[in-house]
């Protein structure tokens, strides 16, 4: 099938959140167009051994499971009952309160009612129920349990792949049940009998055989940052000498390979190789620990947990005394919540101290890993960098936290002093829809491919009417973030419903308000375009 | 997977079009998917798509857009080396439309 056409914004915001006429039991699974991504080729998860690899399209009948999937799913869910305590709470104590059902992002922008988190939970509680409870092996659908069927798996094939694992719904929740622990485990047993999609196994394989998610071999990473090092040149007058794989450098960074090769992403790696240029921070880049992100993550635990092996093994094989991780959303979900555990302890670094500061960085004393935000913020705080903001001046900014970092690891304030300090026109969008309450990209946890476009606009629209609501009252022109899916998807996100808005990292606004010593005077910003009121004030001094 | 027929020989494409083995294009099959999409190749579409054969023969995959608009500025010309006129060309992206003509795949990730 070509890829579906998406509404245009004005019929997309029609949204119908009428009531179904009966249960949502005996409404069957519907595949609309542009809300589920392809399904995987054999050879991605041929890579990494995952099971079932074939031909396969979600929307033709026969989905070619395996022929015992029905013992395996099952077996599969006893297994995550006994393994995860949390899993077997939250199949057990929602009480249907409803608090969740209209904080999801999916559910506001589809009116879709199995995207309420309730419901959305319910899907596999039902199985649960059916085959793990005595009232729902006795009294079956009336104690809302139901058998689990090839529909039942398609359903949460569906669905599963209509939530970010975001956590919105969670802070609202009484309870704390955590619906992006559900979909996790949902997607897991999903994966058990190889119902994987494309735009996630995809860059699984890649991220295996060579190191990132977009396949970028050793020297075409170093050929990418080529260019940039010499647009840094052509802005700054300085020529940055990065350096890839350096035993003995005293810190190793790790970033996600977008910033390496997307734009707006780009223009952040810029800011990361200016500001510590300009530091003289001994550290180096690596080509076997070149992905910061971990699509693995989306697929199970075990996948997660592979994946990220290589940077503490690459960090020890160079010798580093610690790690500075880049911006980006649920990779720091899986630095900062389970890197130590899975693939720690990392005895053989020492607690991170930053060598500009002498700061000691006591939150990264297990992990020994550093979020560059912190980093930044710490260097700023200490008056370490001189920085002109008015460079930033045609830009009114506002931020947006990434679900994974705010909920996830409670990074608020960090972002907000770096642009604080580097922008002097910041505009915050509300307190129901910032900080912990943020709203999602809507593309997050691997759904931002192109064939499933209209569910990621549906489910970005309440991230874009808050940024609309700080646009029409502030002039906002620029929605930074600290997210390498974040700078893919909240661009695409805002062509369609805020064109006027422009998206970047935090550490573009940075590197453009950073005075480095000895560049020339500065007319074009990162990307190249001119400053305004520089340029002519440059010409007229004949500086060219 | 769908297929392109041309000589008597199927090739297997994605969803999207996207030829599954890089190694089997033959020039023909590029005017084939642009005829598809109402467009006619002309010699600057082919200096894209020749470019952008040659740079994934060598990295193994297609370029970013700051490296494509870069040299194609320093071979074609200072006129083409941007992204105005790439689009011009290539209406749907030169990142998706052109690498989809020239038999390469989509690249994946926080892209």
Redo the contacts between chains.
């Keep these: 099938?070509?890829?579906p056409q998406t509404p245009k914004p004005e019929e997309l915001v029609k949204v119908d959140y009428g009531t179904p006429g009966k249960s949502w039991i005996d409404i069957p699974v519907e595949f609309k167009d542009g809300h589920w991504c392809?399904g995987s080729?054999p050879e991605f998860l041929e890579a990494v051994g995952m099971p079932n690899a074939r031909?396969w399209?979600p929307d033709e009948a026969d989905w070619k499971l395996p022929d015992d999937w029905k013992d395996t799913i099952l077996q599969g869910i006893k297994e995550r009952l006994e393994k995860y305590r949390s899993f077997h709470i939250f199949m057990d104590i929602c009480v249907r309160c409803g608090a969740c059902a209209d904080k999801c992002h999916f559910y506001i922008g589809s009116g879709d009612p199995k995207n309420m988190p309730v419901l959305r939970a319910e899907l596999i509680r039902s199985i649960y129920r059916k085959y793990f409870t005595p009232g729902g092996k006795v009294f079956g659908k009336f104690a809302g349990a139901r058998e689990l069927t090839e529909e039942v798996i398609k359903e949460w094939w569906y669905y599963f792949y209509q939530c970010t694992e975001c956590r919105r719904c969670s802070v609202f929740c009484p309870y704390g049940i955590d619906q992006a622990e559900i979909t996790m485990i949902g997607r897991e047993l999903l994966n058990l009998i190889g119902t994987q999609t494309?735009?996630i196994a995809?860059?699984v394989a890649?991220c295996y055989n060579k190191g990132?998610?977009?396949?970028?071999?050793p020297?075409?990473l170093s050929?990418?940052m080529e260019?940039?090092v010499d647009?840094i040149e052509e802005i700054t007058g300085i020529r940055v000498e990065p350096s890839w794989n350096r035993k003995g450098a005293e810190i190793l960074f790790v970033t996600?390979?977008?910033?390496l090769?997307?734009?707006p992403?780009?223009y952040t790696a810029m800011g990361y190789l200016m500001l510590f240029h300009e530091l003289g921070l001994d550290y180096t880049w690596s080509t076997y620990a070149s992905e910061g992100?971990n699509?693995g993550f989306f697929t199970s635990m075990d996948m997660a947990k592979r994946l990220n092996y290589k940077i503490y093994a690459e960090a020890k094989r160079l010798g580093v005394k610690w790690i500075i991780g880049g911006e980006?959303g649920h990779m720091w979900r899986v630095l900062h919540q389970y890197m130590d555990t899975w693939n720690g302890p990392a005895d053989f670094l020492e607690e991170p101290v930053s060598p500009i500061t002498g700061t000691k960085f006591e939150n990264a004393k297990s992990t020994k890993m550093v979020h560059i935000a912190e980093f930044t913020a710490d260097l700023i705080k200490h008056g370490k960098i001189k920085l002109d903001p008015s460079r930033n001046d045609h830009l009114n900014v506002t931020f947006h936290d990434s679900c994974n970092t705010a909920r996830g690891m409670g990074m608020f304030e960090e972002p907000r002093y770096i642009i604080n300090n580097v922008v002097n026109n910041f505009h915050e969008m509300s307190e129901e829809e910032s900080r912990e309450k943020t709203f999602c990209c809507g593309s997050g946890s691997g759904l931002?491919a192109?064939?499933n476009m209209e569910i990621r606009m549906r489910g970005g629209m309440p991230r874009a009417n808050a940024v609309k609501k700080v646009r029409d009252k502030h002039g906002v022109n620029m929605l930074a973030n600290i997210c390498?899916?974040d700078?893919?998807t909240l661009s695409a996100l805002m062509d369609y419903w805020t064109p006027d808005v422009g998206v970047c990292g935090a550490h573009e606004l940075l590197a453009n308000a950073l005075v480095m010593t000895g560049e020339k005077k500065r007319t074009q910003d990162l990307r190249l375009e001119d400053l305004p009121g520089m340029e002519e004030e440059a010409n007229e001094e004949g500086d060219e | 997977?769908p297929t392109i027929e041309h000589d008597g020989k199927a090739y297997e494409v994605?969803?999207?079009?996207y030829l599954?083995d890089w190694q089997e294009w033959i020039q023909p099959l590029a005017g084939i998917m642009a005829a598809q999409d109402s467009l006619e190749l002309t010699e600057s579409h082919w200096e894209v798509i020749t470019f952008l054969r040659e740079y994934f023969e060598k990295?193994?995959?297609a370029p970013?857009?700051?490296?494509l608009t870069?040299e194609i500025a320093k071979t074609h010309g200072k006129e083409k080396g941007n992204t105005k006129y790439l689009y011009e060309l290539y209406p749907a992206g030169p990142a998706k439309q052109a690498c989809r003509y020239a038999g390469l795949p989509?690249?994946?990730?926080?892209?």
């Design positions: 099938m070509a890829k392809f080729r031909d399209k494309g735009w995809g860059p890649n990132n998610h977009l396949g970028l071999e020297h075409t050929s990418n260019y940039l647009d996600p390979s977008g910033d090769f997307g734009d992403g780009t992100g699509f980006c931002n192109g064939e390498a899916i700078r893919a | 997977m994605d969803e999207e079009g599954l990295y193994q995959i970013m857009i700051k490296i870069k989509k690249p994946t990730g926080c892209v």
